[in-house]
């Protein structure tokens, strides 16, 4: 068990570490099986997503010097979350659960891409600047 765990973490790391190439390596895969742009693009994002959590996650907590990155994202998301399944609730009188979660993952590929953007920025300044 304890192999499986860590082959699966080695994975995860691997792909974590360059989101965007994951993507594109699995838009081109899914592609090939899918034929279907619009239904791949959704699909490869919402792969990307777990991929751009830790990432975020990681690079936040280095620049920071903390360990609280990943939960402080998880706390952005679950915010995102009530509100936008009250602003739904307050409009149709009902909270479709699955389309408030889906919205929400789709958002947080956005926010978390740009996040990663930001970071990574930030980590080549801190590191050329400092390095010198």
Known sequence: MDMLFSWISTVYAALAVAPFITFILLWFLVYMFLRDKKMTTRLTMDVTTLF????????????????????????????????????????????DLV??????????????????????????????????
Do not use: C, E, P
């Not at 959590?53 to 280095?62: A, D, I, K, Y």
């Not at 919205?103 to 400092?130: C, D, E, M, P, Q």
């Open 52 to 95: 751009l959590l830790g990432s975020v996650s990681l690079m936040w907590n280095q620049l920071f010097h903390t360990d609280f990155g990943f939960w402080l994202i998880t706390l952005v998301l679950l915010i995102a979350f009530g509100i936008i399944g009250g602003y739904q609730t307050h409009l149709k009188g009902k909270t």
């Open 99 to 132: 389309r408030v979660g889906r919205v929400v993952w789709r958002l947080s590929f956005l926010g978390l891409a740009t996040l990663y953007i930001v970071l990574f920025v930030l980590h080549v300044g801190k590191n050329y600047l400092f390095s010198t």
